[in-house]
């Protein structure tokens, strides 16, 4: 199970404030977010007044047009940008207050972020790439964080590729160990944007086969993605336009 070893203290990791993940709410809120940018053509609008609920467990889909906000939308739940008004809760954290020195442990504790291009770190082998965010996070002891890693490569069948460098892996298999590397913390939320796009059909198959396992397991998955055959893996599925929900 993802859950093996023993975990610290939470709610003491560098000022994040005392928070429980799913206390009966929903996991994820957003209250009419916005997001603009300056451009040199000037006011970008990503996104437009979204309000925006995801309960525990849930696989959610976000779709729409290059530009309609989608991948703001991720970041604005992963923390990696903020607001320029409105209001991100997740798990009861209030994340457009938390301070900039705070959102990575808050982020590696809480969010597993899968990159459509893997960025697995070339000098580190797969196992070391999976090691890593636990002890970034302070999280194990050394020997269960090897245990854990070993653990998640064999469930993403990777287990006897654990010692070889990214790059002698195919483009599944990286896939593969960035969805480890992103389980090592035990998040229970995954955030993926376009996991698939540098995949080929059967591969990206087998990757949302593995989302639908851990959805299973209690996961809670938001995937932006591009392909509407992909989307339909989801429980549901939100539209994006000019910065808004349709749908």
């Known amino acids: ?13 560098n000022g994040i404030r005392n928070g429980k993940l799913g206390d009966g709410q929903a996991l994820i809120e957003l209250r009419q977010v916005t997001k603009t940018y300056q451009t040199g053509a000037g006011l970008f609008v990503a996104l437009n007044g979204i309000d925006l609920q995801i309960g ?3 696989f959610v889909s976000i779709m729409g047009k290059s530009g309609s906000g989608k991948t703001t939308l991720i970041n604005m739940v992963t923390g990696i940008d903020d607001p320029t008004s409105g ?9 457009h207050t938390l301070k900039e020195g705070h959102k990575a442990t808050w982020r590696g504790l809480h969010i597993g972020v899968v990159f459509q291009f893997f960025q697995l770190l070339p000098t580190l082998s797969v196992l070391e790439n999976v090691v890593l965010p636990m002890g970034l996070c302070n999280l194990y002891d050394r020997q269960e964080r090897y245990e854990r890693a070993m653990s998640l490569l064999e469930q993403v069948d990777l287990a006897d590729h654990a010692h070889q460098f990214p790059n002698r892996l195919s483009g599944g298999q990286q896939q593969s160990a960035a969805i480890a590397r992103a389980l090592a913390n035990d998040p229970p939320i995954i955030a993926t944007d376009e996991p698939t796009g540098n995949l080929d059909t059967l591969t ?14 209690g996961k809670t998955i938001l995937m932006v993605t591009h392909d509407p055959e992909l ?6 599925i939100i539209h994006l336009s000019d910065g808004q929900i349709t749908t």
């Open 231 to 236: 989307a339909q893996h989801a429980s549901r």
């Open 1 to 13: 199970m993802f859950g093996i070893g023993r975990k610290p203290d939470k709610n003491n990791n």
């Open 204 to 217: 990206a198959e087998k990757v949302m086969e593995l989302f639908a396992q851990l959805v299973k397991q």
């Open 56 to 58: 525990t467990g849930e």
């Open 87 to 95: 209001e991100v809760y997740v798990g009861g954290y209030a994340v």
